[in-house]
């Protein structure tokens, strides 16, 4: 139950967080490259924990950190060579609401059967593939831009 509130809790003062800076005009690169970090170290922590009662857990938390560590790398390259780092789309969003729907089912749900257990895991893994290679298209099409 505990788990549930802190993650509960965690989800929500990410998306109050993002609510305030785009009310209050305050969306700077600086928040748009670190503001992450604090969700992506909730997500890891989340994994991690799962991965003791469901081992393929591992599979998204390895490609999490793996994404993450390019993802941090790619953005301080475009923020030194464009001036900017590349926002939030779709795809990152869609990524992040199939994660945390993933991690809060397993959570709640002690008895899921492994058959779809198995299935919303995979659907996370392909959808964080394709994230990746989204936002390293658009980091690399950045730097290539500011370069011509």
Request: aromatic share 10%.
């Amino acid at each position: 139950m505990w788990t549930t509130v802190i993650f509960i809790i965690s989800g929500l003062t990410d998306i109050v967080d993002g609510f305030i800076a785009r009310k209050f005009n305050m969306i700077s690169d600086f928040g748009k490259a670190f503001d992450p970090v604090a969700d992506k170290l909730t997500q890891i922590v989340m994994l991690f924990c799962l991965v003791t009662r469901f081992p393929l857990m591992l599979i998204p938390l390895v490609i999490l950190i793996i994404k993450e560590v390019l993802a941090a790398i790619m953005n301080m390259i475009t923020l030194k060579k464009a001036g900017y780092v590349v926002a939030a789309v779709w795809h990152g969003k869609v990524n992040t609401v199939l994660l945390y729907s993933t991690m809060f089912i397993h959570i709640v749900w002690f008895t899921i059967p492994p058959t779809v257990s198995n299935i919303l895991i995979i659907v996370c893994i392909v959808m964080m593939l394709i994230s990746s290679v989204l936002y390293t298209k658009s980091d690399v099409k950045a730097i290539s831009k500011k370069e011509k």
